[in-house]
């Protein structure tokens, strides 16, 4: 079965501190692509990474970074020193290489910045 | 470059009618996916349109029905609306089969209120 798990319903921090979005998936493919979206309050979802299976190299982009480990299947997505403009919601998703299309989403986390 | 764009932006519909929502893609991308997301919730996956053809649906009923025309833009249909069919509506659109192998870019989606 495949499964998106955002436990973190809503998190709020003041700005600039470092905050991390938890995401943990189920798949039984092997070839598995993972994504991470921002959905502001205009509602258009913004895509942020995608990763495949087999790249578990961690990424940064700027203030943002994403852990990618497969042994505990999770793919967490951290934002270093915060800013108002970062408040959203944010999701993660999957897709497998057998289910071409489909994007699995989490429930998604809402982030909001205090200044 | 025109981004994704979705009409109507909002609208207003009885139990039981019928609705048309319509997306019209990125420029040069040749396939349309549908969400849904309903309040609070990360969107699920409707259908996939790619080069005119279904191309993989999710757990949605069959009045749930949608077109993708010579131009690559894509109807999607509600016929016998229920309460729970409000929701906003997302369509995104990629270069090929999306998911796994090219990225969708969403556009701002319709929200659909059945009253």
């Known amino acids: 079965a495949q499964k998106v798990t955002q436990a973190q319903t809503e998190i709020s921090v003041v700005e600039k501190e470092d905050v991390t979005l938890d995401c943990v998936y189920e798949t039984r493919d092997t070839t598995y692509y993972l994504f991470w979206y921002k959905q502001p309050p205009s509602g258009e979802l913004v895509f942020l990474i995608r990763?495949?299976?087999?790249?578990?190299q961690n990424e940064i982009s700027g203030r943002y970074s994403w852990n990618f480990q497969k042994s505990t299947s999770s793919f967490n997505f951290t934002i270093t020193a915060s800013q108002v403009v970062d408040s959203a919601v944010y999701f993660c998703a999957l897709s497998e290489a057998s289910n071409t299309g489909k994007l699995i989403f989490g429930q998604g986390t809402t982030l909001q910045v205090k200044p | 470059e025109t981004g994704v764009t979705q009409s109507p932006t909002h609208l207003i519909k009885t139990r039981g009618q019928q609705v048309t929502l319509r997306c019209s893609s990125q420029s040069g991308h040749n396939t349309v996916s549908w969400y849904q997301q309903a309040l609070g919730q990360g969107p699920q996956f409707i259908f996939q349109y790619y080069r005119e053809e279904e191309n993989g649906r999710g757990n949605f009923p069959p009045r749930f029905s949608g077109l993708q025309f010579p131009n690559y833009s894509s109807e999607l249909n509600v016929n016998a609306l229920e309460l729970d069919d409000s929701a906003l509506y997302l369509c995104?659109?990629?270069?090929?089969?999306?998911?796994?192998?090219?990225?969708?870019?969403f556009g701002p989606g319709t929200r659909l209120t059945v009253t």
């Open positions: 995104a659109s990629s270069l090929g089969l999306a998911g796994a192998y090219y990225e969708q870019y």
């Open positions: 990763r495949n299976s087999f790249d578990e």
